[in-house]
């Protein structure tokens, strides 16, 4: 399988809402998570 980037997962805020630790604490996971769920559902 080659390793390339065929999609892409964003999310916004505003930027009083979360300090960019908190994003990565709170928000990355989450991000990660839907990643690995949608590689292992189209990846074969």
Known sequence: ???RT???I??????ARFSVAEMER???PV?????QRIEDFFVV
Do not use: D, G, K, P
């Not at 964003?10 to 930027?15: G, I, L, R």
């Not at 991000?31 to 990643?35: C, G, M, S, V």
């Open 10 to 15: 964003n999310v916004s805020t505003q930027s």
């Open 6 to 8: 065929v999609a892409a």
């Open 26 to 28: 709170e928000i990355l």
């Open 1 to 3: 399988r080659a390793e």
């Open 31 to 35: 991000l990660l998570e839907a990643r």
